[in-house]
């Protein structure tokens, strides 16, 4: 079946570590894009992917790096510098960039240690 | 895209049908009206979506009013399983909007009771 494959389920950081986040998919689509959500909130854009080697900043990417090597993944680094890095984050992607419906990942949970 | 505004909470009984509003008074003639739910630490799952006309599958039914300025999903048998947060957005077709827009609001808590 295809879809997205977020790993791991649950991260934890130490104080000062980068840490890396997968989202893999199989289906196909050109758009990538993160997402963080924090509890009892919608979801926010980190960062945003139209097509291989391309990326873009979304509204709260300071903190974190991505790259797009491959069409198939997307891997997301919160960095030291993100000062509050425990939530919820969420891969998705779509055929097109903006095109809908998106499809979303089971998500990684972090938490700092 | 336009902006949605949807209940942040709503209760529905088990077997009963479940009716989740959401109003998207600027929404313009290409932008179509989307739903999704995440089910607790899960990722949000695709329901349905429409342009103008009422839309079914095998999931839901979606009610658009005729001036498309408000819709409702409705769950026609709600179960406990369908207990979830519901976002309701609109979306253009084409690259028309900045990446800000790919932003989900905070939906609508649904909680089905037995």
């Known amino acids: 079946d295809g879809g997205i494959t977020q790993s791991p389920k649950y991260l934890f950081r130490k104080e000062g570590q980068n840490v890396t986040l997968s989202c893999e998919q199989n289906?196909?689509?050109?758009?990538m894009y993160w997402y963080r959500q924090d509890p009892g909130q919608g979801l926010r854009l980190i960062y945003y992917?139209?097509?291989?080697?391309?990326?873009q900043k979304g509204d709260i990417a300071e903190g974190y790096s991505v790259s797009r090597e491959k069409k198939e993944s997307f891997p997301l680094t919160v960095t030291s510098a993100q000062k509050n890095p425990t939530a919820f984050y969420l891969c998705?992607?779509?055929?097109?960039?903006?095109?809908?419906?998106?499809?979303f990942g089971d998500g990684t949970r972090l938490s700092i240690l | 895209d336009a902006k949605t505004t949807q209940p942040t909470s709503m209760d529905c009984a088990e077997g009963r049908a479940a009716n989740l509003p959401c109003n998207h008074s600027?929404?313009?003639?290409?932008?179509?009206v989307y739903w999704y739910r995440q089910i607790h630490s899960q990722g949000p799952q695709y329901i349905i979506h429409?342009?103008?006309n009422n839309e079914t599958n095998e999931m839901a039914s979606l009610i658009i009013t005729e001036d498309r300025k408000s819709s409702t999903l409705i769950l026609p048998h709600a179960t406990l399983r369908d207990t979830a947060v519901y976002y309701c957005?609109?979306?253009?077709?084409?690259?028309?909007?900045?990446?800000?827009?790919?932003?989900f609001g905070t939906g609508t808590r649904l909680q089905v009771t037995l």
């Open positions: 992917s139209q097509i291989v080697n391309d990326f």
């Open positions: 289906l196909n689509h050109d758009a």
């Open positions: 600027t929404i313009s003639g290409n932008e179509y």
């Open positions: 998705a992607s779509s055929i097109a960039l903006l095109q809908q419906p998106q499809h």
């Open positions: 429409g342009l103008k």
């Open positions: 957005i609109v979306r253009g077709t084409l690259n028309t909007g900045t990446a800000s827009k790919l932003t």
